[in-house]
């Protein structure tokens, strides 16, 4: 698939803009509390001067009010205290037009002057909509504009999508244009509702503790780009990964800020659709009204778990591995087996996975474990077939990885 990456006047010129409440203010409305910026029409009945009527409604009020701040600062203290992105840096935001990607860009907005970054904007247009999506991308690309933000866009090559090469597309135009124009980080508006979402999507295909927490604050991109040289490391990051969807639309309720609602959010023909739509409201009105929050909570502990398991099977992998003529791998079996049940899963996945690129399912993992037994006998060898064209020869003592078609690895 091929993407563009438009500078903004080459961006659907005869599209036109629909109606727009400029988003641009100053970085320090927040941080100083100022009156409010005249381009956001924030006057005082909509926020920060205005003084309650009563006590009931005066601690509500000032919550909502006050959640612009409270945002930012949280934003800023995820970014430094995580080590997500550093002052200066170069940082391509992708935004769709709908509420979280615009409170996103917003609050990054605030951060802007102080971090020095230089900021640009990504829209992916999957063409699932097309009476409404170029009226969107016009949108975003006027958001941008107002900002003074460089814009890009991408359109698929393809009519449809399913839900997971919608999203490995996505990925690879953000790789692709942070790469042709030197962004150093990418940024997405993933917060802890997406998290709880894909939690339970997770669960629900068979996954384990890695599946369960997959979104994590920060990553390199994985998706390959052909034919770019030199190789540059991209980061991904998600810096709202504590922040609720509800909390960004009291932002949005608070600032009025300019929003194009993504209509496919609202297509329950896909999983995570139904799953926000239905199944999490049944959740929180018959078991829980605070499953959001326990949910992102466990989330966030079950990736530091899974953080330190996966370093330290990195390190067992490192001591038991060795490389071979014709890019065979050996793993030396006597020390997987001293591990406890749970390591020697692990370390037998990371090894398949890190030099075959494919993902290793439950079943072919315990099929290779409990393949140990019969090669006891040194005359005796086992055989396991493995997705893209790979084969496990399990020998007495030793575990080979090679190609099929590696001829007569010993």
């Not at 919550?63 to 170069?90: C, F, M, T, W, Y």
Request: hydrophobic share 35%.
């Amino acid at each position: 698939m091929q993407t563009l990456g438009l500078p903004l006047h080459h961006v659907f010129p005869q599209t036109p803009t629909p109606p727009f409440r400029p988003l641009l203010v100053t970085p320090k409305v927040l941080l100083s509390n100022p009156k409010p910026h005249p381009l956001h029409k924030i006057s005082a009945a909509s926020g920060f001067s205005q003084e309650p009527k009563s006590n009931s409604s005066a601690n509500a009020n000032r919550r909502d009010h006050d959640i612009p701040q409270i945002l930012v600062k949280r934003l800023a203290r995820n970014l430094s205290d995580r080590h997500l992105v550093q002052a200066g840096e170069r940082i391509l935001v992708a935004v769709s037009g709908g509420q979280d990607s615009i409170c996103l860009l917003w609050m990054l907005s605030q951060l802007q002057q102080s971090w020095e970054w230089k900021v640009g904007v990504v829209h992916c247009d999957h063409q699932w909509n097309p009476q409404s999506s170029a009226a969107q991308a016009s949108h975003v690309a006027h958001v941008a504009r107002e900002m003074g933000y460089d814009f890009y866009q991408s359109l698929p090559t393809m009519d449809a999508f399913g839900e997971t090469r919608a999203r490995t597309w996505r990925y690879g135009v953000l790789h692709r244009i942070a790469l042709r124009h030197a962004y150093d980080v990418v940024i997405t508006a993933h917060t802890a509702s997406d998290r709880i979402e894909t939690l339970l999507h997770n669960l629900f295909r068979g996954t384990g503790l890695q599946g369960m927490q997959s979104l994590t604050w920060t990553r390199e991109f994985r998706v390959r780009v052909p034919y770019h040289k030199p190789y540059k490391h991209v980061r991904l990051v998600r810096p709202l990964l504590d922040t609720t969807r509800t909390e960004l639309r009291k932002l949005c309720e608070t600032l009025q800020l300019p929003l194009w609602p993504d209509p496919s959010n609202f297509n329950l023909e896909i999983n995570r659709n139904r799953i926000r739509h239905e199944l999490l409201p049944y959740l929180r009105e018959n078991f829980s009204s605070g499953i959001d929050r326990n949910l992102a909570r466990w989330v966030e502990i079950l990736h530091g778990e899974e953080s330190f398991l996966h370093s330290l099977c990195e390190n067992i992998r490192s001591k038991a591995e060795t490389s071979m003529d014709h890019g065979v791998m050996k793993l030396d079996v006597s020390i997987v087996e001293s591990l406890p049940l749970a390591l020697q899963r692990r370390v037998l996945k990371q090894f398949i996975e890190s030099h075959t690129g494919k993902s290793a399912c439950f079943d072919t993992i315990e099929k290779l474990r409990l393949a140990y037994g019969h090669t006891s006998n040194g005359n005796k060898r086992v055989r396991v077939s493995l997705r893209g064209g790979f084969e496990v020869h399990l020998q007495e003592k030793m575990i080979l990885l090679l190609r099929k078609d590696v001829p007569n690895a010993q």
